[in-house]
């Protein structure tokens, strides 16, 4: 069964190849979903898939790209979630 979850990442996540890498992570694991800018300078990420691939996603959240430095990631599941792209989106 699939399952939806938003995160929100903060840090030095913005202009560093964040959502280029979060794409390419996400649809090496089949997953469906999005990830955007936003203007607060966190990256938000919408992704849909069993828990096993949606928490190895966050495993590579807590990191992401060489270049970025997370330093926080909130996450929580999205109950009622209009149909995902897949392939995975860049926003």
Known sequence: MNNTRQFFVSGRVQGVGFREATRKRADELGLAGW??????????????????????LARWLQDGPA????????????????????PFAVR
């Open 67 to 86: 270049s970025a430095k997370v330093e926080h990631v909130d996450s929580h599941p999205v109950e009622q979630a209009d149909s995902l792209p897949q």
């Open 35 to 56: 990830v955007r800018n936003l203007a607060d300078g966190r990256v938000e990420v919408q992704a849909s898939a069993g828990d096993d691939k949606l928490d190895a």
